[in-house]
């Protein structure tokens, strides 16, 4: 696996970062198009709760701000990398991903599609938690609407809690080979520096 530089880090953070920006703005403009369209031919839409208008307006730009994320992201790694090294290092890391016990791959995949898993249970929980509280004959349908929305809500920062966290892990995981790898070859060094104060032919190498 290669461990990105600060400079790496930093550059892919300001990329994803302007990808959402530009995402979001986008989003705001499907927002603004049908919440004129809506408040003057949509009866419905008039009738509705200030919270569930808010919800309506926010959720175009909430979409697209991550969908355009994933894309600065994947933007980046074919623009950084050159494409045949790239390849290979995508094959050698899928082929070490595949050798993994089933929960770390399930974790591996969990971080690379983080964005579209969550993006993905909201609009399921969205969908579930409506048709389960549907099921109540006794409350309005602006109470459903609204309960809907928190178990949703709900469901969704937990995801984010657990990517949030699988992140981290990812992070130290990375943090600790980069730690051994140049603790590693300070060792080599090392040894190799005496070998040649001892005038004795070298037999390790940090360069390997």
């Not at 880090?9 to 369209?37: C, R």
């Not at 349908?141 to 309960?147: D, E, G, L, M, N």
Request: charged residues 25%; positive net charge; glycine residues 8%.
């Amino acid at each position: 696996m290669k461990i990105a530089t600060d400079s790496e880090v930093k550059n892919y953070s300001q990329a994803i970062v302007i990808g959402g920006l530009k995402g979001a703005a986008v989003g705001l403009g499907v927002s603004l198009g049908a919440a004129y369209w809506a408040r003057g031919r949509n009866t419905i839409f008039r009738t509705m709760t200030p919270t569930f208008k808010t919800f309506f307006f926010l959720s175009p730009i909430l979409a697209c701000g991550i969908t355009a994320t994933e894309w600065a992201s994947l933007k980046f790694d074919m623009e950084q990398y050159d494409f045949g090294e790239a390849e290979k290092m995508r094959k050698a890391e899928r082929e070490k991903i595949d050798s993994l016990p089933l929960l770390e791959r399930a974790k591996v995949y969990g971080i690379e599609n983080k964005y579209k898993i969550i993006v993905g249970a909201w609009a399921a929980s969205l969908g579930g938690s409506f048709w389960w509280i549907n099921r109540d004959k006794f409350l309005t349908k602006s109470q459903k609407i609204v309960q809907a929305r928190m178990y949703a809500q709900a469901l969704t920062v937990v995801i984010l809690l657990g990517s949030m966290l699988m992140s981290v892990n990812s992070y130290q995981g990375s943090k600790k080979a980069e730690e051994e790898k140049y603790s590693w070859q300070s060792i080599v060094a090392e040894e190799e520096r005496r070998e040649k104060e001892a005038g004795l032919p070298l037999r390790l190498s940090s360069t390997k």
